[in-house]
């Protein structure tokens, strides 16, 4: 049997949309309920999804922009404050872990390593959603873009994120998907895991992840072997 003790005191940091949850779903519906509602043609799915990294409003943005509109920067500050209010209401209506996650996170948390959601997506959001999901208790804490003082990829995130939980940076692995979370590990010297199933417009496996992961199932030996290099 694999020893994990290793994972005592580490601290995991996550992306919430991509890494943990296929988010994209809801987060795409909410951008068509909106532009269907001011006469637009509605955003596919597949053109959409590699963008949900860089944001909600810039995809309404984007979603506007192709549709046609004149100045969608304009509409959208006049638009996002109805997206969030439909968004928050069908935050999980298609949302779901991806596969393995929650195994994986209850073996994380049970050998002792504290866990942390550090995603760009605001704070009551980023807890509604897990906690619709049944996630939110795997975490020691939740810390959105609102919560730190700059946003990925900047490593203040990162770094507030674990000190939040009471962390140490030196024993901290970043899981996420997306070069936002690249950025941000690599600014601040951790580790990095990138999953290759969530939302990129660079491929993962580019971005040069010290693990690239294909499936939760692995992520608990990935954790381990890159605490053990350290």
Not at 41 to 60: N, Q, T, V
């Amino acid at each position: 049997m694999r020893n994990l003790s290793i994972l005592n005191g580490a601290t995991v940091a996550f992306d919430l949309d991509g890494t943990l949850v296929e988010s994209a779903p809801d987060l795409i519906g909410a951008v068509n309920a909106i532009l269907m509602s001011e006469g637009f043609k509605p955003l596919a799915y597949e053109a959409g999804r590699p963008f949900i990294s860089r944001g909600a409003r810039w995809l309404l943005q984007w979603g506007l922009e192709n549709a046609g509109d004149s100045d969608p920067a304009a509409r959208t500050a006049a638009l996002f404050g109805r997206f969030i209010s439909y968004y928050a209401e069908h935050i999980a209506d298609e949302s779901k872990p991806f596969p393995g996650v929650i195994d994986a996170l209850r073996v994380l948390k049970s050998a002792g390593a504290k866990l942390v959601v550090c995603t760009n997506k605001p704070t009551d959001l980023s807890r509604t959603l897990l906690a619709k999901l049944d996630m939110a208790d795997l975490f020691d804490g939740i810390v959105g873009l609102d919560a730190v003082t700059a946003a990925k990829p900047n490593p203040a995130h990162l770094i507030e994120a674990v000190d939040a939980v009471g962390g140490d940076l030196a024993r901290t692995i970043m899981v996420g998907d997306a070069d936002t979370d690249a950025g941000a590990a690599r600014s601040a010297g951790t580790s990095l895991i990138l999953v290759d199933f969530g939302y990129t417009e660079i491929p993962a496996a580019e971005l040069a992840p010290d693990i690239l992961l294909h499936h939760f199932d692995d992520l608990v030996d990935a954790c381990v072997a890159l605490l053990n290099d350290e």
